[in-house]
């Protein structure tokens, strides 16, 4: 099982990341098991709950490494796309995101 509450256990082995991004930096907690995040370009998805300082995902697509670029948001994954999957508006992220 990964992350709180086991909502995600891998069917196999799984490669996943730990991001040090959460609902506390503005990630909604809705797209547990729903959501993206972006390593080397390549969409990884939310793997269990998104936790208060991180998140974990599936990184088995790509090469990442201990320190690797995590892309919230960017030009192939927008806040539009994140809020429409979260159920609520772009400017509610944007507004979300602090300074941590």
Known sequence: PVSYSKTYKTP???RV????????DGLPRNLSNRGYMLV???RCPIRGVVCMDMTVI????????KGSTVTVSGARLTFDELAK??????????????SR
């Open 12 to 14: 196999t082995r799984e």
């Open 17 to 24: 990341g730990v991001t040090a991004f959460g609902y506390a």
């Open 40 to 42: 080397e370009g390549k």
């Open 58 to 65: 599936s990184v088995e697509r790509t090469t990442a490494v």
């Open 85 to 98: 999957t979260a159920g609520t508006i772009s400017y509610d992220i944007m507004c979300a995101v602090g």
